[in-house]
């Protein structure tokens, strides 16, 4: 697999599809659309060697097309990465809903959607991601069995959230562990960018453990609204990027970390929620390391979500959900040792990790 990535004005320059660096070998990519529900989605399968493609559907307001393309791939690559390295029999996948989810999502433009999973026969079973609440995976899973994260009632997993944010609080106190010399954060100054159902469930495990919490974000009530909960301060400088923190924690969108902001960040240790961090791991990940920053891998930590909805495959409980995602900790500390016994950065470590245990099935699955 290759690992280059490229932006939406660049798609313009190239192919379609096949031609894309973000495509990356793709293994299927599906475009759906429906005028009577207004649906316009992308479902891309990435990798299938592991296990059926697994991954999460993000209704978000696109740019364009393009846009929507691109972050499809994006994130269906990562996926591939995120259940090799944590140990799933899961392959990669991922879908996009074009759309604003407050103002056009219905739940007939789920139920149409779930129709589209289903027509895939199980290569690829969704979730629930940005855009997207527990409700609607119950809606898709009336016309589909290709859905995981549904109400507990129903029998599911409910809400990956929680169990996400854990994850990201166990790789950052390896990250600090591995920087700092100690895994305790209390005292630690951490910025934390998007409040979500991810960056807010993370802000409660800091605060508990005495960290000094900032947060930034593009709703103000949202802001308040945590801010008075928790007790954190509201980010109030002109540059976030360059804050005064041990800790930046990225838990909105990707691609934060890029030409504009790499050199700007003073914090020692990177460590979020999102995907797709790096808005170009060939050139941006060196630079952090150049710089002294440590980048936990996002598609590593972020993990917790996914080891949650496989429980709805592998049926275990959610005692083993916490369990498995408590050991990112360790997974964390080991990425960072072979890292720097193999001169790599962690990300092209932790890929470098995946991709051999892809290769090995690989082999077995041909015998």
């Known amino acids: 697999m290759t690992s280059e990535i490229t932006t939406p004005k660049e798609l313009l320059k190239m192919d379609p599809v096949f031609g894309q660096l973000s ?14 529900t207004g649906l316009k989605a992308i479902i891309g399968i990435h990798n299938s060697v592991l296990g059926p493609a697994l991954g999460g559907t993000r209704m978000w307001n696109y740019a364009n097309e393009w846009e929507a393309l691109n972050d499809v791939l994006r994130l269906s690559r990562g996926m591939t990465y995120k259940s090799a390295i944590t140990g799933l029999n899961l392959g990669g996948g991922k879908a996009v809903i074009i759309g604003d989810a407050k103002t056009q999502k219905t739940p007939e433009m789920m139920r149409k959607f779930g129709e589209f999973v289903n ?7 969704t979730a629930e991601d940005v855009g997207m609440v527990t409700a609607d995976m119950d809606t898709v899973r009336d016309v589909t069995p290709y859905v995981t994260g549904i109400s507990e009632s129903r029998g599911g997993s409910g809400n990956p959230s929680p169990v996400t944010a854990f994850g990201v609080y166990m790789g950052m106190k390896a990250a600090a562990k591995y920087q700092f010399g100690s895994n305790k954060l209390d005292g630690k100054k951490i910025l934390v960018q998007g409040i979500g159902h991810v960056g807010e469930t993370l802000v409660e495990y800091l605060t508990k453990e005495g ?39 990225p838990c909105a969108l990707g691609a934060t970390i890029n030409d504009d902001t790499v ?16 808005a170009n791991e060939n050139i941006h990940g060196p630079i952090l390391e150049e ?25 275990y409980d959610k005692a083993e959900s916490m369990r498995r995602t408590e050991n990112i900790y360790n997974t964390t500390l080991e990425i960072f040792d072979y890292a720097k016994a ?14 051999i245990r892809i290769e ?6 041909a015998k």
């Open 23 to 36: 495509f990356d070998n793709h293994e299927q990519i599906v475009f759906c659309n429906d005028k009577d």
């Open 119 to 125: 027509s895939l026969s199980g290569r690829y079973i």
């Open 211 to 249: 960290a000094l919490v900032q947060i930034a974000d593009i709703n103000q009530a949202k802001m308040e609204e945590v801010s008075k909960k928790y007790g954190v301060s509201i980010f109030s400088g002109e540059d976030l990027y360059a804050a005064d923190v041990d800790i930046y924690s």
């Open 263 to 278: 050199y700007k960040i003073n914090a020692k240790v990177i460590a979020g929620a999102a995907n797709n961090q790096l």
């Open 291 to 315: 710089r002294g920053i440590l980048y936990a891998p996002d598609f590593l930590i972020n993990a917790g979500g996914i080891i949650n909805v496989y429980a709805e495959i592998a049926h």
């Open 342 to 355: 193999n001169n790599l950065t962690p990300q092209k470590a932790a890929m470098a990790l995946a991709e």
């Open 360 to 365: 090995k099935r690989k082999k077995e699955n």
